[in-house]
């Protein structure tokens, strides 16, 4: 078996579900047995990556790969896009309104801890057509 | 400090997880932005917020955290306090404000330990 997957919907229109998908992939991987800095580091970056496609892109779709020396997980949605990438990169950016400050998030760090925890990450947008964001740990 | 020594230094109703209480937590962190809280959090068992919602649980899940405080009075829900509960996280709620729940808990020895990324 070269790798495991697990798939998730991620809800767009339910924000008390936001999150679940991640807190999933923890249990999961404690379950299988990894450390806990390594489980940590990727549900962290899922995490942040699963809240901003709640809030930012209306939902879409994530898949964990766990191959025998890396973790993979891959967020795809169909929302707006992202613009500037290196903008967006930058700690403290965020176009969350304020409904969205009022929940807790829109502080501008999501994306940058998704590079921090992570040994990769790829961002692909494209305007009016949506995010793919690929993030790696080595394990 | 123990966790129900936070709960009598605060006068804070223990919601879940009383069973728990004897657990020891070294420092904690008070913040009311999640992703501030997945960027700095390194040990701290202890999370004082005045936001009340399932991601608030999320969030301290991520961070292996041991205890939630909610602050000014801000009652969770009961799926809230069930979420928490199924992770083994200890919820109490306390009348103080966020300024006077954190300096007592400083006064009383609990430190705010190191910060990640600082
Ligand atoms: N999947 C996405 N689709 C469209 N825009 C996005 C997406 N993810 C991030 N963005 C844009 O990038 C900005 C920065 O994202 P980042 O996660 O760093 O901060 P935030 O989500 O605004 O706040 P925080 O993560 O601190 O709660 C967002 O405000 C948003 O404009
Ligand atoms: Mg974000």
Redesign the pocket.
């Known amino acids: 078996m070269d790798k495991v997957n697990f798939h998730f919907e991620i809800d767009g229109e339910n924000f008390t579900s936001a999150g679940e998908a991640s807190v999933r992939i923890k249990k999961m991987l404690r379950e299988m047995g990894f450390t806990p800095e390594i489980i940590r580091r990727v549900s962290v970056a899922m995490y942040?990556g699963e809240?901003?496609?709640v809030?930012?892109?209306n939902g879409g779709e994530a898949d964990v790969n766990v191959f025998c020396d890396r973790i993979e997980i891959i967020l795809a949605?169909r929302?707006?896009?992202?613009p500037n990438i290196d903008l967006?990169m930058q700690e403290g950016?965020?176009?969350?309104p304020d409904n969205i400050r009022s929940l807790g998030?829109?502080?501008?760090?999501?994306?940058?801890n998704m590079k921090r925890y992570t040994d990769d990450m790829k961002i692909e947008s494209e305007v009016g057509k949506g995010?793919t964001i690929v993030m790696t740990v080595n394990v | 400090m123990q966790i129900k020594k936070i709960a009598e230094l605060l006068n804070a109703e223990i919601l879940c997880g009383a069973d728990r209480v004897d657990s020891v937590a070294n420092s904690a962190f008070a913040c009311d932005?999640?992703?501030d809280v997945l960027a700095f959090v390194r040990d701290q068992g202890v999370l004082l917020t005045g936001l009340c919602n399932p991601q608030v649980v999320r969030t301290a899940v991520m961070m292996d955290m041991k205890c939630i405080v909610f602050v000014r009075g801000k009652r969770p829900t009961e799926e809230v306090v069930r979420l928490a509960d199924e992770s083994g996280i200890v919820v109490m709620a306390t009348e103080e404000r966020m300024y006077a729940s954190c300096g007592v808990l400083y006064a009383n020895g609990l430190p705010g330990g190191e910060i990640a990324n600082g």
């Open positions: 942040e809240i901003n496609m809030i930012h892109a949605d929302g707006p896009g992202i967006a950016y965020s176009t969350a998030f829109g502080a501008g760090m999501g994306l940058p995010t | 932005m999640m992703s």
